[in-house]
């Protein structure tokens, strides 16, 4: 199982709606793309000097499966969305 996480620093203006809908955006994924095994997107409560804003955790069957997800019509609508919105994403992807 592969294992991927981003995590997002989303910009200030309307900063609450843009990780509302963003958040909603990427749960639909799961319905829309078939590789995708699993996913959950929080949003940070702890809002401390450390923290990022969003954190989405998704699983795939292998390096093939997000592969397929990354390039997935549905999946570049939700990330042009989230380019406009955010500031900073890193990413963590591992084989678990």
């Known amino acids: 199982m592969l294992v991927h996480i981003v995590i997002f620093v989303f910009k200030e203006e309307n900063k609450e709606a843009n990780m509302v809908r963003v958040k909603t955006m990427l749960e ?11 996913m959950e997107v929080g949003i940070d409560i702890s809002r401390s000097e450390r923290s990022f804003d ?28 989230i380019k406009e919105v955010t ?10």
């Open 28 to 38: 639909g994924l799961l319905s829309k793309v078939e590789t995708l095994k699993s």
């Open 87 to 96: 500031t900073l994403s890193k990413v963590v992807d591992y084989v678990k």
């Open 54 to 81: 969003m954190v989405l955790t998704s699983t795939f069957a292998d390096q093939e499966g997000l592969s397929t997800y990354a390039v997935h019509p549905a999946h570049l609508e939700v990330v042009n969305i």
